[in-house]
């Protein structure tokens, strides 16, 4: 197996509402909810980067295509890494998410290793990481 990763598809409890804080809180881009028309079919994708998206689709229909029992969601089950070009910017990032309706969990500080980070967890409770970390600096836009 290649390592591929095309679509990080994320579990949620309220589509609309996961939409809303996407597209309108955190200014992700997306056409919307589609598939709508089918059982278990609505979901929403977005654009992170090249040849990768992000999915939101409702837990319940994620147990229905896996064919695996819902089960209760842990936050800490995984981490979703956003990594910026400053600290101001982890700061920035962290008040636009709040202002959205995320939950600051962990508010930015400078981390063990050399870096600065915080995490907050969107409405459906998923941990994202804003971080800057100056032996990784992203790639400018």
Known sequence: ???????ITLG???LDRALSFYRDGLGF????IIGQEFEHGAVAF???QPGLKLALWPRQSIAHDAGLP???PSATEMTLGHNVASQAEVDAVL????????????PAHDTFWGGYAGYFQDPDKH???VVWNPALLPDGD
């Open 1 to 7: 197996m290649k390592a591929r990763i095309t679509v």
């Open 12 to 14: 949620v409890d309220d």
């Open 29 to 32: 881009d997306t056409e919307g």
């Open 46 to 48: 977005f654009d992170l």
């Open 70 to 72: 819902l089960d209760r």
């Open 95 to 106: 008040r636009q998410a709040e202002a959205a309706g995320a939950t600051i969990v962990k």
């Open 127 to 129: 941990l994202w990481e």
